[in-house]
């Protein structure tokens, strides 16, 4: 089928808006979000819309991964034809499990929080990435800190891999997937910084096995650490497997 034959609709702008707040998605991602927003889906509808929107222009595909669903992601045409500023970007192969891993994640707490503004790393990292003095002060990112809580020079900041932010009071839960093990001390620095942001009320990380232990460690040094600095902003973890077996989450 020609491009020529393809007519863009309003539902196709719409989940190409939500492709583009991922890094990449996968048809089956957005089979989920149909389902979500719309009731149902049929795969093979999803898949056509995909191969449309792909002879258009506007999105690209590719298997990156064997035995593992073909990444989507918005060209530049895409982003613009839904009014998203930046780069288009391609997805990184080293991160795929983990970027696939997070938007899983993110399909499961909207579900869950309708009472959240859900923002990914990629929006976030879009609204608070220094351009000058004029965002100096991030939104949804953090000051980086080491572990002693000092905040670092060079106007580093810390980039989640989701933020929900509550409507009631506008504070922030870090939700983080930890699929690897991670040196002990960058984790100690990286909770430290999330804890010491005032709009911070929560930390939360999804581990896989792999990266339990360090975690665990990390979560001890941090939180001694902060209680003797009078703060007490509460680290959470738990098993990616129990949390994503679950019918409900654990409300933290």
């Known amino acids: 089928m020609s491009e020529k034959s393809w007519q863009l609709t309003e539902r196709d702008r719409e989940w190409l808006s939500w492709v583009g707040r991922w890094w990449f998605v996968t048809a089956e991602n957005i089979e989920a979000e149909w389902v979500r927003k719309y009731g149902q889906a049929n795969r093979r509808a999803v898949l056509r819309r995909v191969q449309a929107a792909r002879e258009m222009g506007l999105v690209e595909s590719l298997r990156m991964v064997a035995n593992r669903p073909a990444a989507v992601w918005l060209t530049k045409e895409g982003m613009k034809l839904v009014g998203i500023r930046g780069e288009a970007t391609r997805p990184r192969l080293a991160e795929f499990h983990h970027d696939l891993y997070v938007v899983e994640l993110a399909q499961k707490l909207v579900a869950e929080r309708p009472d959240t503004e859900l923002v990914t790393e990629r929006e976030l990292r879009r609204e608070d990435t220094p351009g000058g003095a004029a965002n100096f002060d991030p939104q949804y990112a953090v000051q980086r800190r080491n572990s002693n809580a000092v905040i670092l020079g060079g106007n580093r900041r810390v980039y989640p891999d989701l933020v929900t932010v509550r409507k009631t009071n506008g504070h922030h839960l870090i939700h983080e997937v930890e699929h690897t093990p991670k040196d002990v001390r ?37 939180v001694e650490r902060s209680v003797s600095r009078g703060n007490r902003t509460p680290i959470q973890i738990v098993r990616w497997d129990d949390f994503m077996s679950t019918e409900k989450e654990e409300r933290l």
């Open 186 to 222: 960058r984790l100690v620095s990286l909770m430290t910084s999330y804890q010491e942001s005032e709009n911070v009320d929560g930390i939360r990380y999804y581990a896989f096995d792999a990266a339990l232990d360090r975690l665990e460690r990390a979560r001890s040094i941090a």
